[in-house]
Protein backbone atom coordinates (compact mmCIF):
# COMPACT_ATOMS: atom_id res chain seq x y z
CA UNK A 1 0.00 0.00 0.00
CA UNK A 2 1.53 3.29 -1.16
CA UNK A 3 0.81 6.41 1.20
CA UNK A 4 0.72 9.38 -0.74
CA UNK A 5 1.96 12.21 1.06
CA UNK A 6 0.23 15.79 0.83
CA UNK A 7 2.48 18.32 1.10
CA UNK A 8 2.01 22.04 1.38
CA UNK A 9 4.77 24.64 1.25
CA UNK A 10 6.02 26.53 4.22
CA UNK A 11 8.91 28.19 5.15
CA UNK A 12 11.40 26.86 7.83
CA UNK A 13 14.62 28.40 9.36
CA UNK A 14 17.88 26.19 9.08
CA UNK A 15 20.57 27.07 11.04
CA UNK A 16 19.80 31.01 10.71
CA UNK A 17 19.20 30.87 6.81
CA UNK A 18 15.30 30.85 5.94
CA UNK A 19 14.06 27.78 3.65
CA UNK A 20 11.13 27.16 1.57
CA UNK A 21 9.66 23.57 2.48
CA UNK A 22 6.84 21.22 2.06
CA UNK A 23 5.22 19.92 5.04
CA UNK A 24 3.62 16.45 5.00
CA UNK A 25 0.10 16.38 5.20
CA UNK A 26 -1.62 12.93 5.94
CA UNK A 27 -5.02 11.83 6.76
CA UNK A 28 -5.73 10.13 10.29
CA UNK A 29 -5.95 6.45 8.37
CA UNK A 30 -2.34 7.13 6.67
CA UNK A 31 -0.92 8.56 10.09
CA UNK A 32 -1.87 5.29 11.46
CA UNK A 33 -0.38 2.94 8.47
CA UNK A 34 2.48 5.23 8.48
CA UNK A 35 2.82 4.93 12.37
CA UNK A 36 2.10 0.88 11.65
CA UNK A 37 5.09 0.66 8.90
CA UNK A 38 7.31 2.08 11.58
CA UNK A 39 7.20 -0.61 14.32
CA UNK A 40 10.87 -1.85 14.22
CA UNK A 41 12.34 1.58 14.07
CA UNK A 42 12.94 3.10 17.44
CA UNK A 43 15.51 5.91 16.42
CA UNK A 44 14.33 9.03 14.29
CA UNK A 45 11.37 10.96 15.02
CA UNK A 46 7.17 10.85 14.48
CA UNK A 47 5.66 13.88 14.50
CA UNK A 48 2.67 14.93 17.29
CA UNK A 49 -0.11 14.55 14.73
CA UNK A 50 1.19 11.25 13.38
CA UNK A 51 1.08 9.66 16.85
CA UNK A 52 -2.15 11.20 17.89
CA UNK A 53 -3.72 9.29 15.20
CA UNK A 54 -2.22 6.15 15.85
CA UNK A 55 -3.19 6.03 19.80
CA UNK A 56 -6.60 7.27 18.72
CA UNK A 57 -7.17 4.66 16.91
CA UNK A 58 -5.49 1.94 18.75
CA UNK A 59 -7.01 3.43 21.61
CA UNK A 60 -10.46 2.99 19.88
CA UNK A 61 -9.81 -0.95 19.08
CA UNK A 62 -8.88 -1.24 22.35
CA UNK A 63 -12.87 0.01 23.28
CA UNK A 64 -14.48 -2.30 20.76
CA UNK A 65 -12.46 -5.26 22.03
CA UNK A 66 -13.66 -4.51 25.52
CA UNK A 67 -16.95 -4.05 25.03
CA UNK A 68 -17.10 -7.57 23.28
CA UNK A 69 -15.63 -9.27 26.31
CA UNK A 70 -18.69 -8.05 28.22
CA UNK A 71 -19.46 -10.76 30.82
CA UNK A 72 -15.97 -12.57 30.45
CA UNK A 73 -13.11 -13.09 32.78
CA UNK A 74 -10.51 -13.13 30.17
CA UNK A 75 -11.13 -11.17 26.89
CA UNK A 76 -8.97 -13.17 24.34
CA UNK A 77 -8.85 -10.60 21.38
CA UNK A 78 -8.31 -8.12 23.40
CA UNK A 79 -4.80 -9.40 24.80
CA UNK A 80 -4.37 -10.34 21.42
CA UNK A 81 -4.48 -7.42 19.90
CA UNK A 82 -2.50 -5.69 23.03
CA UNK A 83 0.15 -8.28 22.33
CA UNK A 84 0.31 -7.53 18.63
CA UNK A 85 0.32 -4.11 18.74
CA UNK A 86 2.70 -3.58 21.89
CA UNK A 87 6.00 -2.86 19.74
CA UNK A 88 4.37 -0.59 17.16
CA UNK A 89 3.14 1.62 20.26
CA UNK A 90 6.26 1.46 22.13
CA UNK A 91 8.51 2.09 19.15
CA UNK A 92 5.84 5.37 18.11
CA UNK A 93 6.08 6.97 21.68
CA UNK A 94 10.10 6.37 21.61
CA UNK A 95 10.03 7.94 18.49
CA UNK A 96 6.79 11.21 19.42
CA UNK A 97 9.52 11.77 22.54
CA UNK A 98 12.56 11.91 19.88
CA UNK A 99 10.56 14.76 18.58
CA UNK A 100 10.59 16.62 21.49
CA UNK A 101 14.53 16.40 22.11
CA UNK A 102 14.08 13.55 25.10
CA UNK A 103 15.01 10.20 25.39
CA UNK A 104 12.99 7.27 25.11
CA UNK A 105 13.15 6.13 28.73
CA UNK A 106 11.21 9.39 29.65
CA UNK A 107 8.73 6.89 28.73
CA UNK A 108 8.57 5.69 32.42
CA UNK A 109 8.06 9.09 34.20
CA UNK A 110 4.40 8.70 34.63
CA UNK A 111 2.81 12.23 34.32
CA UNK A 112 5.52 13.65 32.56
CA UNK A 113 5.81 11.49 29.55
CA UNK A 114 2.07 12.74 28.98
CA UNK A 115 3.04 16.18 28.96
CA UNK A 116 6.30 15.70 26.55
CA UNK A 117 3.68 13.42 24.19
CA UNK A 118 1.39 16.12 23.83
CA UNK A 119 4.08 19.07 23.43
CA UNK A 120 5.11 20.43 20.33
CA UNK A 121 8.15 18.92 18.62
CA UNK A 122 11.48 20.55 17.52
CA UNK A 123 11.24 22.51 14.25
CA UNK A 124 14.76 22.20 13.26
CA UNK A 125 17.22 19.11 13.14
CA UNK A 126 17.94 17.61 16.66
CA UNK A 127 19.67 14.90 18.24
CA UNK A 128 17.55 12.37 16.46
CA UNK A 129 16.52 13.62 13.10
CA UNK A 130 15.24 15.96 10.72
CA UNK A 131 11.52 17.55 11.65
CA UNK A 132 9.20 14.57 10.71
CA UNK A 133 6.83 17.49 9.77
CA UNK A 134 9.20 17.95 6.22
CA UNK A 135 10.33 14.51 5.20
Known amino acids: MKISNLRTDTVVENGGDMEKKEKIKRNIIESYVYCLSCYKDFK ?29 SVNIPMLIYIIIFLLPLLSNTIRRLHDTGHRGWFLFIPIYNIYLLLKKGNNCTNRYGSNPLFD
Open 44 to 72: GRTSRKDYLSFLFIYLFFIIILRGMGIGT
